[in-house]
């Protein structure tokens, strides 16, 4: 049963010229005035949330996009300070990019917010998308097995640490604590200092191909798994969610459909389908140009990559389009209504998902997202809200 609703801002800043006939995205470079703006609309954004009672805000972590797409390179210090301005809402971290991080750094860092908001910082993790941001940093992506094994490694790290009272790791890439002398003793062991004050930690993964090691590794670590993106459209969702249950399975855990798991989708409400098809169309179209490039949007041809990279081919080629990421089930468009009525097939259909994430593609202005954010909170939330209440218990 659904009764919890997310966003996820990634950190874009409002953007003329969307859609497939708008600037490139290569072409796009705003200054840092403009850039900065992502702080005021996640202000904007959390606050509004937070007064109409939805249960997170996420944020993405990302670095160097003079693009102006997604804009916030530090997630923990951001949440913090939303914390404060807050009253109920939680933060999330969606996602720390582990192998931009030493992981003792992310523990310590997340583990500080955990204090300082009393335990409104929800953690997450990921291995990354852009060669620009992880190779940067120095670690690999263009090497996904590498980066993968890579990871793991850091994420079990993680873990240790945040479980243990003092702990010890010997690996490929990390011995900790390294072998040095220390105030007259051979060191043997970290204690991190402080560690989160609410244990087991809540921590969520992106899926994207859904392989079986990632959902096992995911599985055995306690990883609660988004899936949204190409992943959310039509028949792939099921698949995923079916593989989920079988990674759960094979360490002896038996899991409803859609438990431990977050549905996102992108949305947008109108008074009808055809009207919101007409906004919102340029804006999933420039959600494409700039993620199709970036390998998330598997079905795409490396023909319909270069056509979207020119303004002048692309509005008559054969691209995606809004209309079938609606028919597909990956975009929520048209009335409160119509979106309430697929929300609850959804949950007959998956009776153990309990959070949904919706959230507005890149380049909406932040006027239009806080209305579309306040709409949706105002007449679909409050339609799952009900579920919350228990039934009466009446005396024989």
């Excluded at 693009?67 to 933060?91: F, Q, S």
Aim: hydrophobic share 40%; aromatic share 10%.
């Amino acid at each position: 049963m659904i009764t919890k609703f997310d966003s996820l801002f990634a950190g874009h800043i409002d953007m003329e010229n969307a859609g497939y006939g708008g600037t490139a995205v290569n072409d796009r470079r705003f200054p840092n005035e403009d850039l900065a703006t992502v702080f005021d609309k996640a202000e904007g954004m959390a606050k509004l949330m937070d007064r109409l009672g939805y249960n997170a805000f996420w944020m993405a972590e990302h670095h160097f996009q003079h693009e102006g797409y997604e804009c916030i390179p530090n997630v923990l210090m951001a949440a913090l300070h939303l914390a404060h301005l807050t009253r109920n809402i939680k933060i999330g971290c969606g996602f720390n990019i582990t192998p931009m991080w030493h992981p003792l750094r992310l523990v310590e860092d997340y583990a500080t917010a955990d204090i300082l908001t009393g335990g409104r910082v929800i953690f997450g993790v990921g291995r990354g998308y852009h060669t620009r941001e992880v190779e940067t940093f120095g670690s690999p992506l263009l090497d996904q097995p590498a980066n993968r094994e890579l990871f793991e490694e850091q994420v079990d790290i993680i873990f240790k640490a945040f479980n243990n009272e003092s702990f010890l790791h010997r690996g490929k890439h990390y011995t900790l604590p390294p072998e040095v002398p220390y105030r007259g003793y051979d060191l043997k062991e970290l204690t991190v200092v402080p560690r989160p004050l609410r244990l087991p930690v809540e921590c969520w993964q992106p899926i994207q191909g859904g392989t079986a090691r990632a959902m096992d590794f995911m599985a055995k670590q306690g990883i609660r798994g988004l899936i949204g993106g190409g992943s959310a459209e039509g028949g792939a969702m099921h698949r995923v969610v079916l593989a989920w249950q079988e990674a759960h399975a094979r360490i002896g855990q038996q899991l409803e459909m859609g438990e431990r798991l977050c549905f996102g989708f992108h949305f947008y409400l109108a008074k009808n389908r055809e009207q919101g098809i007409r906004e919102a169309g340029k804006y999933y179209e420039e959600n494409m140009k700039m993620f199709g490039e970036l390998r998330l949007v598997r079905a795409l041809s490396d023909e319909q990559i270069e056509i979207m990279r020119d303004p002048k081919r692309a509005p008559y080629a054969k691209l995606p389009r809004i209309e079938d990421a609606i028919a597909n089930g990956g975009v929520l468009c048209g009335s409160p209504e119509q979106v309430i009525e697929h929300l609850k097939a959804l949950e007959r259909r998956y009776p153990g998902l309990e959070r949904v994430s919706v959230s507005l593609s890149v380049g909406v202005p932040k006027s239009v997202c806080l209305e579309q954010l306040e709409w949706f909170g105002k007449e679909v939330l409050p339609e799952f809200q009900k579920a919350k209440v228990a039934e009466p218990a009446f005396a024989n």
